[in-house]
């Protein structure tokens, strides 16, 4: 008896172990810490799956925006012929030609009651798509489209956006491939990136 209930409770154990372990250790590291860009050697054969997809603009939703104006507008492309055509007009586009999606970030000037704060409501949006990703395992780069005039009319006739819409950036989405290299800078709290300025009761 005292031997099966050894056993049942090291069973016990090693079940436990094999639905929590994955979980702790993930939770273990942050996830601004686990994430990373690539700029060539996604997996073009591994799509991003649709529920994933709802996840990133959701996250990119979920962002403040300047006066809550709410005037950005997303593009999520999967299809690799209206990639290449947005690459036509941008030079540093390389992450293009694997990844299986691609987040193109624009904002709305007719919508908008704060034009000059549209670029920050996207670099925000951005912001979220990347921890949403990195949360998912998935590697991104981000890639400007403004304020270069040639990546905007790429974009917008890769896309036949209204004059309306004025692309800001997009986002390259994918798994990486198996010998993909990627990079992520995270910098320290040196005296160069970081100045504190104390309270009195702490100088
Ligand atoms: C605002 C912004 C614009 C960027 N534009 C491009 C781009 O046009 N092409 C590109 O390959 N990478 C682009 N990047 C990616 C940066 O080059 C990348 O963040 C940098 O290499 C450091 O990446 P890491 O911190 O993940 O290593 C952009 C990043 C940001 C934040």
């Known amino acids: 008896m005292a031997r099966r209930l050894t056993y049942l409770y090291f069973a016990a154990l090693l079940l436990a172990l094999c639905v929590f372990a994955p979980a702790l250790s993930e939770d273990a590291v942050p996830v601004w810490e686990r ?30 925006t300047g006066g809550d104006q709410a005037a950005l507008r997303f593009h999520a492309v999967e299809d690799r012929d209206t990639m290449r055509k947005m690459q036509e007009g941008h030079p540093y586009a390389s992450a293009l030609s694997t990844s299986p ?33 990195a949360d998912r395992s998935l590697a991104t780069c981000v890639l400007s489209i403004s304020p270069q005039e040639k990546r905007i009319e790429s974009v917008r006739a890769a896309l036949s956006l209204p004059e309306t819409l ?12 198996e010998d993909a290299r990627t990079s992520a800078s995270i910098r320290p709290l040196d005296d160069v990136s970081v100045t504190f300025v104390p309270g009195e009761e702490e100088q």
């Open 35 to 64: 994430r990373v860009t690539l700029h060539a050697g996604f997996d073009p054969e591994r799509p991003v799956p649709d529920e994933t997809v709802q996840h990133l603009l959701r996250a990119a939703l979920s962002m403040p």
């Open 101 to 133: 999606l691609v987040i193109v970030v624009s904002g709305d000037m007719a919508d908008a009651y704060y034009p000059e704060l549209l670029e920050m409501d996207a670099g925000l949006a951005a912001g979220a798509i990347l921890m949403e990703a």
């Open 166 to 177: 004025r692309p800001i950036l997009m986002v390259a989405v994918g798994y990486p491939s």
